[in-house]
């Protein structure tokens, strides 16, 4: 990593910023009479919740062997996306890197901070394009490992790291999905980093918005001073909690996923109208058909719904891997197609 220095790239009002203190921040002890944040006294659901999710941060790092204060809890990763904006992107000036094709809302989120997107496109083996990367000057880069919609695991994060002179955000929403390792083994060398995670895949919690970002200190420490002080309910903090506790439900989940992914690969290969199907390190297959509108058409007709990319990668489906039962329904849907056609 190139000289690093944090407060040239953060937005000079957040660094000034002095954060909204609750009434939880202000007495954090658990024991008295609590007269002090204009609850109601009564029912059981009337106290605000931990602002700082301190059990779950907690619970996170003793999972993964991250210190809980390089650990940021949001509500989705959808407000870390927005937080990366807010504390590094000044509106009207600062500039961001995307790397198409990939997750929709690194750019829905630029365009609702007015901040300017570069767009230097994957290869067409959807590989970071490094050197064309580092010829631009940004505050930020997104990129998304395993990538949405492409499936696979990108190569040359590190270098990027070494190089970029920006903010390098790591989407891992898919991670747990795939034979390469997490990113979070490099923050000790990467003040630049920021490793994005979530509970809505392989933890089977996509309803309660819980993401994750893990950074250095200081960036969480900005991440936390800007959010919103109650960002994660009671609720959804518990319903993680209770994941974290059944560490083999989840292994077992991802183990049928990643069976079923392969059975959905070697099966779909076998029908006509299947022309490709990009490797996948994630809960989902990238596969080329011979029409992606029309088909896409006749599965949302069969009640099989998948996602068209025809608009992102030339008729290509998206197609995330469900139950057994499910993929077997699909897999006799666009069988079906094929015959309809001859
Ligand atoms: C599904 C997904 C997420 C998860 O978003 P949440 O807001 O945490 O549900 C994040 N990034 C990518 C690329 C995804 O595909």
């Known amino acids: 990593m190139k000289q690093f220095e944090l407060q040239r790239l953060v937005r000079s009002n957040i660094w000034a910023l002095k954060p909204y203190s609750s009434a939880r921040d202000e007495f954090t002890g ?5 007269l002090d944040a204009n609850e109601n006294p009564f029912g ?36 870390v996306i927005d937080l990366v904006y807010r504390i590094f992107c000044e509106p009207g000036r600062d500039r961001v890197i995307l790397c198409p094709p990939t997750y929709g809302m690194y750019g829905v989120s630029a365009d609702i901070h007015n901040v300017e997107v570069i767009e230097v496109p994957l290869n067409d083996n959807f590989e970071l394009q490094i050197d064309r990367i580092l010829s631009h000057s940004a505050t930020c880069i997104f990129v998304c490992s395993p990538n949405n919609p492409s499936g696979n695991s990108l190569h040359g994060i590190e270098q990027l790291l070494d190089s ?14 795939s034979s390469s390792r997490s ?3 490099l923050l ?6 920021i490793v994005m995670q979530t509970f809505s895949k392989a933890w089977a919690l996509a ?60 099966e779909l290969k076998e029908i006509p109208v299947v022309q490709r199907i990009y490797p996948s390190d994630a ?33 290509c489906l998206r197609i995330t891997v469900g139950t057994p039962d499910e993929n077997r329904k699909l897999l006799n849907a666009i069988s079906n197609y094929n015959n309809q056609r001859r």
């Open 30 to 34: 658990s024991d008295g009479i609590f």
């Open 188 to 193: 000790p060398g990467y003040p630049n980093l």
């Open 207 to 266: 309803s309660a918005r819980v993401g994750i970002a893990y950074a250095s200190r200081e960036i969480i420490a900005l991440m936390d001073k800007t959010k919103p002080p109650y960002n994660v309910s009671a609720f959804n903090q518990q319903e993680a909690l209770k994941a974290l506790s059944r560490p083999e439900k989840y292994g077992y989940r991802v183990k049928v996923i990643l069976e079923q992914r392969a059975l959905l690969e070697k």
């Open 283 to 315: 809960n989902f297959l990238l596969v080329e058909v011979s029409d992606a509108n029309a088909i896409y058409h006749y599965l949302v007709e069969e009640k099989v719904i998948v996602r068209n990319r025809h608009s992102v990668v030339r008729n």
């Open 183 to 185: 990113v979070t083994e």
């Open 164 to 177: 970029f002179e920006g903010i390098v955000v790591v989407d891992e929403a898919y991670i747990d999905f």
């Open 44 to 79: 059981k659901k009337n106290r605000y919740p931990d602002p700082h999710q301190r059990e779950l941060k907690q619970a996170l790092s003793s999972f993964h062997g991250i210190p809980a204060d390089q650990i940021f809890i949001g509500n989705g990763s959808d407000e």
